[in-house]
């Protein structure tokens, strides 16, 4: 936000508008009301709760495309915490990722992945929430788009509420199984999971008086009758694994229901690309390769190795290094990144380094140097 404000001419006006977009977005869902004077009468200040717009510049790899993008955040870290409060919501792990793409390399499957857009402000809070009141961002003020001394009433899950992706992820489920797609003379509905609530299936089905789906199993064995395709959710990007009328037809009914963000269908064997929670999944004769080759490049550039050559193994850090009596905070959070970043690679594309990225998570608050010789 720093280099933002600092902006002139055209570069500060295209910040303007993608803030402007922010607050009509927010506007549209009817996700806030400004507060009336008789409501905030009684509100301790400190209940009201600050909110901040964070900003940056949304990089397609695969399109070569930039835009950028704010969003205005509630810092939910300020809340009153309750013992009782469910927060949890499934998303996909990259196990269930391959798990689904290996399935559908065995039927040649093309891929689609799509996002919804701003999907926390589709779900509504709960009831037995507290009325929230939030202090829109300075920066929305500075650019003239919101009033000096307004209060916002919060009505839907804006971001940085801690219910808010628990929220979504019911609102999100429920709509899923409500859905249906024709396909030839069949009726087929989405089903969930049970082992990873993530991951749905496409399969025939019915949908009951209740608007609940019924699938159709086969008799005796539990199992599904025709899958005709697979989708994996993440908060609110669905990759869909199916033949191309398939997943049009998926798109065709989600889109009824939510605005989403679509790319291109990924045939199989094409050799093209699509990229789903960082990862490029390219499409190949014989299956589906997965690499985070742009990530690479992007973390050898923060450690400034870009340009260094490339080894086929390691020597292992001497353990002998030299331990400060304390930590300096610094080099502790410098370890603390370089785990998260590398974490981030061996759990889904490069299992080879998983030994010893863990030895430097262990090692990155005891033995930060180490860990960042490690890393």
Known sequence: MKAVRSTVGHERESWRLAMQAEVDSLRDYDTFQDA??????????????????????????INKVEQKKARCVVC???QDKSP?????????????????LAAGMRRRFSLRVIDVKTAF???????QLETVYVRPPQALIEFGLVAPGTIWKVLKAIYGLRISPRAWGVERDKELRKMSVKIGKDTHVFSQSHIDQSVWAIVKGRIMPKGVAEPDREPGTGKFMDVAGYMTVYVDDFLRMAPDEVIE??????????????????????SASIEYLSVRITALPDGYFMDQAVYCQDLLQKCGMAECRALGSLEDVNEQIEEPDEPELEDVRKAQRLAGSLNWLATRT???????VSQLA?????????AVALG
Request: aromatic share 6%; net charge positive; proline share 8%.
């Open 121 to 127: 402000l589709n779900a509504t809070l709960p009831d």
């Open 36 to 61: 009336t004077v008789q409501e905030l009468r009684g509100v301790p200040v400190r209940k009201i709760l600050p909110t901040k717009m964070v900003v940056g510049v949304k990089r397609d790899h």
């Open 84 to 100: 009782a409060e469910e927060l949890y919501t499934a998303n996909a792990d990259i196990t269930s990722v391959r798990a689904a």
């Open 362 to 370: 262990s090692a990155a608050t005891k033995q930060p140097p180490r």
């Open 350 to 356: 490069r299992p080879d380094i998983s030994y010893i």
């Open 76 to 78: 939910g870290n300020f």
């Open 249 to 270: 037809k998926m798109t065709s009914v989600i889109e009824k229901k939510w605005k989403i963000t679509n790319n291109p269908i990924l045939s199989y064997g094409s």
